[in-house]
Nanobody, 125 residues
Framework: QVQLVESGGGLVQAGDSLRLSCGAS???????VAWFRQAPGKEREFVAA????????YYADSVKGRFTMPGDNTKDTVFLQMGVLSPQDTARYYC???????????????????WGQGTQVTVSS
């Protein structure tokens, strides 16, 4: 069992940067870790993920080039570095982890066993 707690959200202006953190109750070595987000009235969508080995990082097209997952997933905290934020990035951001996630399933929500409660990111224009 892994408990995940997200932090770092807040209210920012368009063009700003923000770093989200996902703290785990244990090391995440061997776990794929992903970020998803859900905007009001919309379905939760994939943002970014790092594979179990840490050797592969995958991003949604909507954030590619602006968001990164720096560092690695061998510790108990992973990050989502977000840059050039726009109002379209406003959402609740969730961290997820799983130790059975294969690379081809990194974008799938049902591949992850453990989820945090989320942190709100609001971007004003």
């Amino acid at each position: 069992q892994v408990q995940l707690v997200e932090s770092g959200g807040g209210l920012v202006q368009a063009g700003d940067s923000l770093r989200l953190s996902c703290g785990a109750s244990r090391t995440l070595r061997g776990y794929a870790v992903a970020w998803f987000r859900q905007a009001p009235g919309k379905e939760r969508e994939f943002v970014a993920a790092v594979s179990r080995s840490g050797g592969f990082t995958y991003y949604a097209d909507s954030v590619k080039g602006r968001f990164t997952m720096p560092g690695d997933n061998t510790k108990d905290t992973v990050f989502l570095q977000m840059g050039v934020l726009s109002p379209q990035d406003t959402a609740r951001y969730y961290c997820a982890a799983g130790n059975r996630v294969i690379t081809s399933s990194l974008r799938r929500q049902d591949a992850y066993d453990f989820w945090g409660q989320g942190t709100q990111v609001t971007v004003s224009s």
